[in-house]
């Protein structure tokens, strides 16, 4: 028998207890912004009046360096759009652009992002951007709840990675913010992300999804450590239960670790203790009494070698 809890049941009891948890906090709590549930943002009404609107090679003959730049850009496709003028080139983010330019360039005549509200502009770029599995969720995202926009990240002018647009490449991106998790990948033991091996995005989704943490999930919306990890996926004959029901977050430290493996105990019997007592007083079957924690009985997996599951023996022996 398998017991798989699936990703999106976990899911849905996180929803669950989600909901009931922001009522007792809106009650208490009138922030601007609920930091527990998303809220629907309102989007950019783009302005459709055509006369509005001057074009990209108008704003070129001003900003000729910006537009030099912009052609080589993926957004120099938005100009070949058969939409309306306000879904293309520049005026797609800036909005329109005729009072600015018969201002002589007024620049209180323009949206110019800077020192705009987070929201503004992240608005601009959804309504672009929002369809699509990566990018749907960004409203309920950490990051757009602690008011870091898209250009926190991206920069449609000045980007020093050309790929994707961005700021700064991966890791020292995330590292610009998340300073304290640098650390974690300087452990002993680790995720090679510092050495390009892997992404942070690999396994979180910086635009937001439905699990905590920002997590990805598989395709089979399991755990997105069985992305790489396919020979942990099972399904087993014997599953060892909580590989599936609490993760496999339970046994290791995901980022990096002072221990061999990942693991969060430096002695293994110490990590299984946690669960497998020595005593019978829970429904997690208890150490065999022979198992007398003598050096001998303390590496667990020198005879339970099949320790995420087993296909042959009841007890992971192979
Ligand atoms: C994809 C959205 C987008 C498009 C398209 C776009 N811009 Fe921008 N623009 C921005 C953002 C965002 C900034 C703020 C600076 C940054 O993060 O790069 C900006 C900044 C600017 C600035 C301020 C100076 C600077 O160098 O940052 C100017 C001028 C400008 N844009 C002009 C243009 C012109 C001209 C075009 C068309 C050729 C254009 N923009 C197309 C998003 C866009
Ligand atoms: C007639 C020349 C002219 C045209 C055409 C023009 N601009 Fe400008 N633009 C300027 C000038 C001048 C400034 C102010 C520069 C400054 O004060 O640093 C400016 C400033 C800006 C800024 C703000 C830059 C900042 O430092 O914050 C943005 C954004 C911008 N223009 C976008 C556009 C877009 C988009 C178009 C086309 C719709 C356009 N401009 C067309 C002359 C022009
Ligand atoms: C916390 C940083 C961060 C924020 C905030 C962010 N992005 Fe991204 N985005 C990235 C990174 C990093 C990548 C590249 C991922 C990779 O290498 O696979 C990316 C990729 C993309 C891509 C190209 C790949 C794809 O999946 O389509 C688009 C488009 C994009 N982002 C748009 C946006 C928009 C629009 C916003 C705001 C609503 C936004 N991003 C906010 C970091 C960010
Ligand atoms: C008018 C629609 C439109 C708007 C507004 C818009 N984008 Fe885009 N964006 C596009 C299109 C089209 C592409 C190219 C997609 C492709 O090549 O498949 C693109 C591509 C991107 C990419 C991927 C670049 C790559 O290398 O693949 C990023 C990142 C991105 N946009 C970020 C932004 C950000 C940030 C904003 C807001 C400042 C924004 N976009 C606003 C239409 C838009
Ligand atoms: C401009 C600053 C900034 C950048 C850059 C940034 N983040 Fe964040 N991130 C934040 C803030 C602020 C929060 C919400 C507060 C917190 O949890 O630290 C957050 C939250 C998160 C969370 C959720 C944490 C939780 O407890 O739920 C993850 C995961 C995350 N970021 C990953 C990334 C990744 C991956 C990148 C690089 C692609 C990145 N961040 C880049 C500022 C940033
Ligand atoms: C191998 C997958 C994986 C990679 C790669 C990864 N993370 Fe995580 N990260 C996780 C998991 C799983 C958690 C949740 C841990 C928990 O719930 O205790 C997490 C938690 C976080 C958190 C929440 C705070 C915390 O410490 O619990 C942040 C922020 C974060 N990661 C940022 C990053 C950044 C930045 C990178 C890249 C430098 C990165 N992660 C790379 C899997 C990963
Ligand atoms: C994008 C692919 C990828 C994802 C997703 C991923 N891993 Fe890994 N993992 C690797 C690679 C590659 C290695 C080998 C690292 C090396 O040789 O430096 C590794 C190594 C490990 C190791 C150490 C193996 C050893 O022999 O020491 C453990 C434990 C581990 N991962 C657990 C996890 C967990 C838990 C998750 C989910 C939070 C996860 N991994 C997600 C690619 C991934
Ligand atoms: C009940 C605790 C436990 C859980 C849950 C668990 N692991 Fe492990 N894992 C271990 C132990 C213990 C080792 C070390 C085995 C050894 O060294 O003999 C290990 C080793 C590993 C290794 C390196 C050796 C190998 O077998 O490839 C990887 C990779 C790994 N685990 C990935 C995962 C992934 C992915 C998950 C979630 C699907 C997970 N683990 C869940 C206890 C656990
Ligand atoms: C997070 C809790 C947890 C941890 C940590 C844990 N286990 Fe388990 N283990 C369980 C549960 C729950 C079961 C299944 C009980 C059932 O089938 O009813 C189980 C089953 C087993 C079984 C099979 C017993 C049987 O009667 O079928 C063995 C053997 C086992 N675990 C060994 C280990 C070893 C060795 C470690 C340390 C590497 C370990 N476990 C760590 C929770 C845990
Ligand atoms: C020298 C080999 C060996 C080592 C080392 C070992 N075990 Fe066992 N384990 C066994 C044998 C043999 C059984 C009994 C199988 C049977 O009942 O047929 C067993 C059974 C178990 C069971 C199942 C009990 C039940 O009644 O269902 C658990 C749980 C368990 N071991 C956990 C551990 C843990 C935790 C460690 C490390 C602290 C460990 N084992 C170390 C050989 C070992």
Same mark, same amino acid.
């Given at each position: ?5 699936? &990703?999106? %049941?976990?899911? /849905?009891?996180?929803?669950?207890? =989600? ?35 001057? +074009? ?18 993926? $957004? ?7 939409? +309306? ?25 323009? *949206? ?28 309920? #995202? ?24 961005? /700021? ?16 974690? *990948? ?17 396994? $979180?989704? %910086?635009? +937001? ?15 997105? =450590? ?14 060892? /239960? ?7 977050? @339970? ?5 990096? @670790?002072?221990?061999?493996?990942? &693991? ?21 079957? @208890?150490?065999? #009494?022979?198992?007398?924690? #003598? ?14 599951? #087993?296909? *042959? ?6």
């Amino acid at each position: 028998m398998t017991r798989r809890l699936r &990703l999106w %049941q976990v899911v /849905v009891f996180a929803a669950l207890a =989600c909901s009931a948890g922001t009522a007792a906090f809106s009650d208490t709590n009138n922030k601007k912004k609920n930091k527990d549930e998303p809220q629907a943002q309102k989007s950019y009404g783009r302005p459709t009046d055509p006369s509005l609107y001057v +074009g990209s090679d108008t704003c070129r003959t001003c900003h000729e360096d910006i537009f030099k730049n912009f052609e080589t850009t993926p $957004h120099w496709k938005t100009t070949f759009t058969k939409k +309306g003028p306000e879904w293309q080139g520049c005026e797609a983010c800036h909005g329109p652009g005729k009072e600015h330019v018969e201002g002589g360039g007024d620049k209180s005549k323009i *949206f110019t992002f800077k020192d705009k509200p987070a929201e503004q502009v992240s608005n601009r770029c959804l309504g672009c951007h929002e369809y699509g599995e990566e990018h749907a969720n960004f409203d309920r #995202s950490q990051h757009n709840i602690n008011d870091v926009s898209c250009i926190a990240c991206h920069s449609p002018h000045h980007a020093k990675e050309k790929q994707f647009l961005l /700021v700064t490449k991966q890791p020292e991106l995330c590292y610009g913010c998340h300073t304290d998790i640098k650390q974690d *990948f300087n452990r002993p033991f680790r995720h090679r992300v510092e050495q390009g091996l892997i992404q942070c995005t690999d396994c $979180h989704n %910086q635009h +937001g999804g439905f699990l905590t943490k920002q997590l990805r999930a598989t395709a089979a919306q399991d755990q997105v =450590c069985f992305k790489c990890h396919v020979d942990k996926t099972g399904p087993f004959a014997f599953e060892h /239960v909580p590989v599936k029901t609490e993760g496999c977050g @339970s046994c290791h430290q995901p980022h990096g @670790s002072t221990n061999p493996r990942l &693991l969060k105990r430096a002695q293994m019997n110490l990590l299984c203790l946690e669960c497998h007592t020595l005593t019978q007083d829970s429904s997690v079957p @208890s150490l065999p #009494s022979f198992h007398n924690q #003598s050096q001998k009985y303390q590496a667990c997996t020198s005879c339970h070698v099949q320790i995420h599951g #087993s296909n *042959f023996d009841e007890f992971f022996f192979k």
